[in-house]
C-alpha cells in the first residue's frame, strides 16, 4: 500500500511540476472557470502589496481572503508553487483513505488508487496550475474528514471551524460529522436522549469556540474586523459579477435591486436548505452525507470553481462499488465532458470573437450544473438503491413475482 | 610773387594737413562706425536628427552659446535643433550636451531657448524664417526680424553633400535657394552684412552660388572633402562635437567683446593639419576688407559706447534708513534672499517600502493555539521528544 502511494505521488508531483513551469500555467490562472474573485492567487499578491505599502488589503474589493491566509501567504508568496504543489496532496490522501475504509466494508483490491488517479486528473489539472487558494480550501475540508474518519472529534471540531473560517458554506458538514461521530460512538439519534444532546453540545462547543477563537485571532492580525464584510459580506451578498461556472451572475446581472435581496435569499438557502432533508434521509451513512454536501455546496455556492468539482469529483472512486447501480453514468460523463469543452470556447466567441453573447455561456453554466446534479442524484440514487439490496436483496421481486425495479422518489 | 606763392602752398599744405586729419578723424570714427550696422542678429540651423547626430546639436550649441556669451540677446537669435539630444532616452547624462570630451563643457542649460525644436526644422521654415514670409500668427521668437542695418550670422551644421544640405534625413535644401533666398533677403533689405558658415561635408558647394552682395562665407570643408568629428566620449558613446566647429568654438571662447579680432584670423581657424579637410572662404561679395572686419560684428552685439575723459560726480549717496527701534521686542529682520528648502523636502521621495509583518501577539497566540491543540490530539508524551 506504500509502495504504490508513494510511486504515485511522485509522478502526482513530477507532473504538477512541469505543468507548473510551461507557459500553460499563465493561460489557465486568468481563465474564469479557474479562479473565483475569492480565491485569485493575483489578488492574494495585491493584498499583501497593499499591505506592504500600509494600506489596508480589505478597503476596495480586490482582497477578498482571511487574515489567516494573509499570514500563512505573507510567508510563501515566494513559494507559492510549492504551497500549491503540496495541498492537492491532502485530497488524494484522503480519497485514498477513504477507499480503504470502504474496502473494510466491501473488500476491494487496490486498484482504487488508480481509479482514483484517473479521478482526480481531469477535476484537478485545471485546478492545481490555476495558482487559486481554493486548493488550500479543499486541503482543510480534505483533512477535516481525515480527521472526522479517524475519530478525533476535537481536531475534526478544529478543522471544520477552520473550513467555515474561510468560506462559510462548510458549516452544513456540521450535521454529517456529528452524525458520524454519534454513530462511532454508538450514541443513537433521539432527540429525547440526553446522551445525544450531551455529545452534540460538547461538539457544538468545540466547534463554535474554535470558530470564535479563530475569528478573535484574525482580528488581532490586523487589529480590525475590515475582514467580516470583505470576506463574509462579499460571499453572502455576492457583489462581483464576473462570469464563473455557477449560476449566480448571470440571474443577478438581469435583477432589479428592489428584488435583489430577495433572491440572493433564495440562492444561498438553497444551498443550506438540503442538510436537513439529506441528514434525516441518510442519517446512518454519514460519509455518503459528507460527500453529498460537499457536492451541494460546490454546485450552488456564490462563487464556484473547477476547483470545488474536484474535490468531490476526488471522492467518487470511494463509491466505485456503486458502478453497477448508477443509471446515468454515459450522459453524465457526456455532458460533463462536453461543457468542459465547450466552455473556453464559449468564453472565447463572446468575449474576444464577439460572434455570441453571454446567453451562450450561461447556457453551458447550466448544463454543466445539470450535469453535476444528474451526477449526484444518481449516485445518491445507486447508494440509496444498495443500501436496499443489502436488506432486500439482489433480485427484488413484486408481489406476482414479476421483476422489479426501484425507483427514487 | 613769391609770397602767393608761398600763400599758396600754405593753403595746400593746410588743406592737406585739414583733409589729412579729417580723413584720420573720419576713418578713425569711420572705424568706429565703419561696420554699418545698428544690431544683430543670428540664425543657427541644426538639420540632423537621431542620436548618432548629437555632434551637429553640439555644434549648433556650442555657436548659440559664444554668441550668446558675446552679447546678443535670445530675442534676436532664432535657434533651430532638429532633435532633442538633452532630452534623449539614450543620453546617459540627461539634460547635457557636452562638446568636450570627459564633459568639460556643458552648452545645455535652462537659458537656451530653442526656436524650432524637431520636426518644425524643414527647409520651408528656414526660407521663410530668412525671407521673413511667415504667416501672421507666427510669434516674435520664430521670427527673424531684421532690418537693413542688421548684420546676421548663419550657422548651418549637419549632413551636406556637394551642393545640398539634409534637412531631418528626408528632404535637403540646394544651393541655388540658398543663394536666391539670399539675394530675396538682400532686395528686401533685410541684411546689412551677413555671414554664412557651414560646418558639413563638401560645404564649400553650398556658398558657390551666392550672388548677393555683402555676404561673406566660410565652409568647414571643400567640394569632395568631408568635415570630419572630432572626439568622441566613450561615456556618452557618441561623437560630441565636429573637427571646424570645434576649433571654431576654441577660437571664439578668446574673443571677448571688445576684442579686435578680425576676419583673417577666423579663416585662420583649423588649417588642414588639424582639420584634415581644407576649410574655405568666400569673401568675394563682400565690399569691405576683411581684415577690418571685427569679429564681433557678426558674433557680438553692438555696443555704442561714449567715451568721455571727464569726471562725473554721481549725486551724494543714499543715506541708510533710520533703524527704527518701535518696540523692543519685535526685531524686524532685514529682508535677505529666502533661504532655499533642502531638496530632500522638494523632492517627495517614494517612501521606503516597509515589509509589513504580523503583529506578535497574533503569531504567539496562533502557535500556542496549534501547540495546545496538537498536544491533546496527540498526548504529552510526545514533549519529551521536543525538549
Known amino acids: 500500500m506504500a509502495a504504490p502511494l508513494t510511486l504515485l505521488l511522485i509522478v502526482a508531483v513530477t507532473i504538477r511540476a512541469v505543468l507548473f513551469r510551461s507557459s500553460l500555467a499563465e493561460l489557465i490562472s486568468e481563465r474564469v472557470e479557474v479562479v473565483s474573485p475569492l480565491n ?11 499591505l506592504d505599502l500600509g494600506v489596508s488589503p480589505y478597503s476596495g474589493d480586490v482582497f477578498h481572503e482571511t487574515p489567516l491566509m494573509i499570514y500563512l501567504f505573507h510567508f510563501t508568496v515566494d513559494y507559492a508553487e510549492i504551497v500549491f504543489m503540496v ?8 480519497s485514498c483513505l477513504l477507499a480503504s475504509l470502504d474496502r473494510a466494508k466491501i473488500a476491494i483490491g487496490s486498484n482504487n488508487l488508480k481509479s482514483d488517479l484517473l479521478f482526480n486528473f481531469p477535476g484537478c489539472l485545471r485546478h492545481i496550475i490555476s495558482f487559486s487558494t481554493c486548493g488550500l480550501n479543499n486541503a482543510i475540508i480534505a483533512l477535516f474528514i481525515f480527521c472526522t474518519l479517524k475519530g478525533s472529534a476535537l481536531l475534526s471540531g478544529i478543522l471544520l471551524a477552520l473550513a467555515t473560517y474561510q468560506s462559510i458554506y462548510p458549516l452544513t458538514l456540521f450535521a454529517p460529522a456529528l452524525l458520524f461521530f454519534l454513530q462511532r460512538l454508538y450514541i443513537p439519534v433521539n432527540l429525547r436522549r440526553s446522551s445525544f444532546w450531551c455529545f452534540t453540545l460538547q461538539y457544538a462547543f468545540i466547534y463554535v469556540g474554535s470558530l470564535v477563537v479563530i475569528t478573535g485571532l484574525s482580528f488581532f492580525l490586523l487589529g480590525s474586523w475590515d475582514f467580516i464584510p470583505s470576506v463574509y459580506g462579499f460571499i453572502f451578498s455576492v457583489p462581483d459579477l464576473t462570469p464563473n461556472i455557477g449560476l449566480f451572475w448571470y440571474f443577478f446581472a438581469e435583477m432589479f435591486e428592489h428584488f435583489r435581496l430577495f433572491f440572493i435569499c433564495v440562492f444561498q438557502i438553497n444551498v443550506f436548505f438540503y442538510t436537513i432533508p439529506l441528514s434525516i434521509k441518510l442519517k446512518e451513512h454519514p460519509v455518503f452525507l459528507i460527500f453529498m454536501q460537499i457536492a451541494i455546496i460546490s454546485i450552488f455556492k456564490s462563487y464556484p470553481t473547477v476547483g470545488d468539482v474536484a474535490l468531490y469529483m476526488a471522492f467518487l472512486p470511494a463509491w466505485s ?12 460523463s457526456c455532458v460533463l465532458l462536453a461543457c468542459s469543452a465547450l466552455f473556453p470556447v464559449l468564453w472565447h466567441l463572446w468575449i474576444y470573437a464577439g460572434s455570441a453573447n453571454s446567453n451562450f455561456y450561461y447556457a453551458i453554466t447550466l448544463l454543466f450544473n445539470f450535469g453535476q446534479i444528474l451526477l449526484v442524484s444518481d449516485y445518491f440514487y445507486a447508494y440509496l438503491r444498495r443500501e436496499h439490496h443489502l436488506t432486500h436483496g439482489l433480485y427484488l421481486k413484486k408481489k406476482d413475482g414479476t421483476e422489479a425495479t426501484l425507483v427514487l422518489k | 610773387m613769391s609770397h602767393d606763392f608761398l600763400q599758396m602752398h600754405l593753403k595746400a599744405v593746410i588743406s592737406c594737413l585739414l583733409i589729412f586729419l579729417y580723413k584720420v578723424h573720419t576713418t578713425k570714427a569711420g572705424q568706429f562706425f565703419s561696420s554699418g550696422h545698428t544690431n544683430n542678429w543670428a540664425v543657427l540651423v541644426c538639420t540632423s536628427r537621431f542620436w548618432f547626430n548629437y ?12 554668441v550668446k556669451r558675446l552679447g546678443i540677446p535670445d530675442s534676436h537669435i532664432v535657434l533651430m535643433l532638429a532633435d532633442d539630444m538633452a532630452c534623449n532616452y539614450r543620453n546617459p547624462k540627461p539634460a547635457t550636451v557636452f562638446s568636450h570630451k570627459n564633459m568639460e563643457l556643458n552648452v545645455y542649460g535652462d537659458d537656451v531657448e530653442v526656436d524650432y525644436r524637431g520636426y518644425e526644422v524643414t527647409v520651408e521654415n528656414f526660407l521663410r524664417v530668412l525671407t521673413g514670409r511667415l504667416p501672421p500668427s507666427t510669434p516674435r521668437s520664430k521670427r527673424l526680424l531684421s532690418d537693413d542695418r542688421s548684420n546676421i550670422l548663419i550657422y548651418l551644421t549637419g549632413h551636406g553633400g556637394n551642393g545640398f544640405l539634409k534637412f531631418q534625413d528626408s528632404e535637403e535644401i540646394s544651393n541655388m535657394e540658398l543663394a536666391d533666398a539670399f539675394e530675396q533677403m538682400w532686395q528686401k533689405r533685410r541684411y546689412n552684412e551677413l555671414l554664412f558658415i557651414i560646418d558639413t561635408c563638401q560645404g564649400a558647394s553650398m556658398y558657390e552660388r551666392f550672388y548677393s552682395p555683402n555676404l561673406m562665407a566660410l565652409a568647414s570643408s571643400q567640394v569632395g572633402e568631408d568635415s570630419l568629428s572630432h572626439q568622441p566620449d566613450l561615456a556618452i558613446g557618441v561623437h560630441l562635437m565636429d573637427k571646424y566647429t570645434f576649433y571654431l568654438l ?4 578668446e574673443v571677448h567683446p571688445a576684442s579686435q579680432a578680425n576676419m583673417n584670423d577666423l579663416f585662420k581657424v ?7 579637410s581644407t576649410p574655405g572662404h568666400r569673401t568675394d561679395l563682400f565690399q569691405r576688407d576683411p581684415g577690418s572686419v571685427l569679429i564681433t560684428d557678426f558674433f557680438g552685439s553692438v555696443r555704442k559706447v561714449e567715451i568721455t575723459k571727464d569726471t562725473i560726480n554721481l549725486t551724494s549717496p543714499v543715506e541708510p534708513p533710520i533703524q527704527r527701534s518701535g518696540s523692543g521686542d519685535i526685531q524686524i529682520e532685514s529682508l535677505t534672499y529666502v533661504d532655499q528648502l533642502p531638496v530632500a523636502e522638494i523632492i517627495h521621495q517614494k517612501p521606503k517600502q516597509k515589509d509589513w509583518h504580523p503583529p506578535d501577539g497574533f503569531i504567539l497566540g496562533l502557535w500556542t493555539l496549534i501547540l495546545l491543540v496538537f498536544f491533546q490530539t496527540y498526548g504529552i508524551k510526545h514533549l519529551k521528544h521536543i525538549f
Open chain 2, 250 to 253: 576654441e577660437f571664439l571662447e
Open chain 2, 270 to 276: 583649423c588649417p588642414q593639419s588639424q582639420c584634415v
Open chain 1, 40 to 50: 485569485a492567487w493575483k489578488r492574494v499578491v495585491e493584498g499583501l502589496a497593499l
Open chain 1, 321 to 332: 462499488h456503486l458502478y453497477r447501480f448508477l443509471r446515468n453514468i454515459f450522459l453524465v
Open chain 1, 87 to 94: 495541498s492537492p496532496y491532502f485530497v488524494d490522501c484522503l
Open chain 2, 55 to 66: 555632434r551637429h546639436v553640439a555644434n549648433t550649441l556650442s555657436v548659440y552659446r559664444s
